[in-house]
């Protein structure tokens, strides 16, 4: 299955129907067929967006200018990329470009949801707890760095992008991207040596370990890892409106 195929959308006749037929589609005059796209793909392009802004009302107006874009101008895609690759590019610039706009705006942590189905039993609250407070340093930490390198890292560690697409959307050399996902890591390395290590977060008194309280156990002993999942907190594109063009 290529690329831009998905089981979860399909023709009449029970066949797949692709992400690039799709937007064929939508070229040629159907109606329906860019709102199907946009199902398929609403919750990375969100998460992207989010991600690279760190701020919902940026990524909200981000994400529907790059979403207007890529209705209008779908008939320049030229299939030399996979059409996610094409969305994300979109998405991506047009975060960069609010946010060169907005650059004196102070951003704001991400926080995520929580709820989502998958806890059996009775939770321990301060797991939660653990598990917002290790999220917001994250955030925190990918906020502060430099937009070139929050927006490599954030395309090749937690969307998956391979170094090549990445340097197709972002629209620089793959040995650019490889620097910049360096320099990032090695910031987020410094950023977040208190939840890897935490002996050595600041505020620790010598002689004491943070794994002596017990409301933070949980979030030092989970490990720090990148693949966040989707951000839905202030999802705009929850039903997605077939009429984005007007």
């Known amino acids: 299955m290529s690329p831009d195929q998905s089981t979860g959308d399909q023709s009449p006749a029970g066949v797949a129907v692709s992400d690039a ?66 969305l994300h590019r979109i998405v991506v610039n047009a975060c960069l470009d609010l946010m060169r706009r907005r650059r004196s705006r102070p951003s704001v942590p991400l926080l995520e949801e929580d709820g989502e189905a998958g806890h059996h039993g009775i939770a321990d609250p301060r ?23 929050r927006s490599a890292v954030i395309l090749v560690d937690i969307e998956g992008h391979s170094v090549a697409e990445t340097a197709h959307i972002l629209g620089i050399a793959e040995g650019t991207v490889k620097s910049r996902c360096s320099r990032g890591r090695a910031r987020l390395a410094v950023s ?55």
């Open 127 to 149: 797991d939660d707890f653990d598990r917002l407070e290790m999220r917001m340093e994250i955030d925190k930490a990918l906020s502060a760095l430099p937009l070139d390198q």
């Open 21 to 86: 037929a799709l937007l064929g589609a939508h070229v040629a005059g159907d109606s329906d067929a860019f709102a199907t796209l946009l199902l398929r793909h609403r919750d990375r392009l969100w998460a992207v967006a989010l991600r690279t802004t760190s701020d919902p009302e940026d990524a909200a107006d981000a994400l529907q200018d790059a979403l207007i874009s890529a209705h209008r101008n779908a008939a320049s895609f030229r299939g030399e990329a996979a059409v996610t690759t094409w």
């Open 192 to 246: 977040l040596a208190g939840l890897r290590n935490p002996d050595t977060a600041p505020g620790v008194p010598s002689g004491q370990s943070t794994r002596d309280a017990p409301i933070t156990r949980a979030g030092h002993h989970a490990g720090v890892g990148l693949d966040l999942g989707p951000d839905r907190a202030g999802h705009p594109l929850a039903e997605p409106d077939p009429e984005v063009s007007q």
